[in-house]
């Protein structure tokens, strides 16, 4: 449920001073490329995130919230956008071994992610208490691909940024 909109915002900034920079070789150059485009692709659908981010703010803090409005609005909202960045998220290709595996992480994270939030709309439609620790862990599992593929998005960035 973070944003990468910073992540992406970062990253895009260092792999443009990347690009500056000679490679050392062809197959880095070919990263360094299929990077920052990874990176701007990323960026470019990063909104889709935010909105569902902001639904669910929105759903949780409102004065009214009880168990029919939030599976209302992850139903109709927040369930949604997030499987819509899902779908953006899986038309991006990456080129290169060492990104394709970067994406895979951030694949995993996103259906765990919506996973959970199905989980919680079934808790919430139906009273299912036991939905919720399910979701729960869906979300932790989440939370480990995202700070797994933020750590390697910083490292490449790091890594192509100091690339002379």
């Known amino acids: 449920m973070t944003s990468l909109r910073w992540i992406a915002c970062a990253v895009f900034i260092l ?12 197959a880095n150059q070919a ?3 299929d990077f920052k485009r990874y990176v701007a ?3 470019s659908i990063a ?9 669910h703010k929105q759903a949780v803090s409102a ?3 009880n168990d029919a409005a939030y599976a209302r609005a992850l139903r109709e909202t927040i369930v949604p956008k997030y499987e819509e960045f899902e779908r953006e998220i899986a038309r991006i290709h990456p080129t290169t071994n060492e990104i394709l595996g970067l994406h895979k992480i951030l694949l995993t994270r996103i259906s765990l992610e919506v996973q959970g ?11 299912d208490a036991a939905a919720i620790p399910k979701a729960n862990a869906l979300f932790a599992d989440g939370k480990f691909y995202y700070n797994k593929w933020a750590q390697q998005m910083g490292d490449l960035g790091k890594q192509y940024s100091n690339d002379k």
Do not use: H, M, W, Y
């Open 15 to 26: 792999s443009l001073a990347a690009a500056c920079s000679g490679a050392s070789s062809k």
């Open 31 to 33: 990263i360094k490329n």
């Open 41 to 43: 692709q990323i960026a």
């Open 47 to 55: 909104d889709i995130e935010v909105a569902a981010d902001e639904a």
């Open 63 to 65: 004065p009214n919230a």
């Open 117 to 127: 939030f199905k989980e919680l709309e079934r808790a919430a439609r139906t009273g």
